[in-house]
T-cell receptor, first 114, second 118 residues
Framework: DTGVSQDPRHKITKRGQNVTFRCDPISEHNRLYWYRQTLGQGPEFLTYFQNEAQLEKSRLLSDRFSAERPKGSFSTLEIQRTEQGDSAMYLC????????????FGSGTQLSVL | AQKITQTQPGMFVQEKEAVTLDCTYDTSDQSYGLFWYKQPSSGEMIFLIYQGSYDEQNATEGRYSLNFQKARKSANLVISASQLGDSAMYFCAMREGGYGGSQGNLIFGKGTKLSVKP
């Protein structure tokens, strides 16, 4: 169990550029989640997968955001035409299926849009 | 409507004293789970404790206990014998059971910043 890993740890980009983040979950976990967190706030749900199926996507999520989880393993989160308001920590988490299953979080990707 | 409400943006506690962090939730599901996470300044999210809606006993994990009052829809975290290392953000979260099985999504509150004074 190597934990949830996210890459890169930090990303600085210019407004209007596209960025892609990667998340590798704990191997035996079939659920994978993406959250966004700004300073002093709680994690805000973006989307989650069960295996390769994207089961839920936040209604607040712009069409500029897209996530994939091909083959039910790693996941990518892409933000197109970044805006300054996209600056945040993007957290990935994974879990097994079940009401009581806790989420294991990665260290996050800190995005700064200039 | 907010599903998880944490009304205390910041709390102070003296080292070795107990502290209660408040959390209220809103759901129409009969089956749901409540979680508490700790986030130190280093940023990692650390799971602390879980309470299921059908659990008859309040959950405990070492110095952490959850004061679960179902009728009031509250799930307060109690930390006994506070330590300097307890200084962190604390988040309450809920997963609703939904229909025909558990939903996956975990909804978080805005958090409470706990500061432990020596």
């Amino acid at each position: 169990d190597t934990g949830v890993s996210q890459d890169p740890r930090h990303k600085i980009t210019k407004r209007g550029q596209n960025v892609t983040f990667r998340c590798d979950p704990i191997s035996e976990h079939n659920r994978l989640y993406w959250y966004r967190q700004t300073l002093g706030q709680g994690p805000e749900f973006l989307t989650y997968f069960q295996n390769e199926a994207q089961l839920e996507k936040s209604r607040l999520l712009s069409d500029r955001f897209s996530a994939e989880r091909p083959k039910g393993s790693f996941s990518t989160l892409e933000i197109q035409r970044t805006e300054q308001g996209d600056s945040a920590m993007y957290l990935c988490a994974s879990s097994s299926t079940g009401l009581s299953e806790k989420l294991f979080f990665g260290s996050g990707t800190q995005l700064s849009v200039l | 409507a907010q599903k998880i409400t944490q009304t205390q943006p910041g709390m102070f506690v003296q080292e070795k004293e107990a502290v209660t962090l408040d959390c209220t939730y809103d759901t129409s599901d009969q089956s749901y789970g409540l979680f508490w996470y700790k986030q130190p300044s280093s940023g990692e999210m650390i799971f602390l404790i879980y309470q299921g809606s059908y659990d008859e006993q309040n959950a405990t994990e070492g110095r952490y206990s959850l004061n679960f009052q179902k009728a009031r829809k509250s799930a307060n975290l109690v930390i006994s014998a506070s330590q300097l290392g307890d200084s962190a953000m604390y988040f309450c979260a809920m997963r609703e059971g939904g229909y025909g099985g558990s939903q996956g999504n975990l909804i978080f509150g805005k958090g409470t910043k706990l500061s432990v004074k020596p």
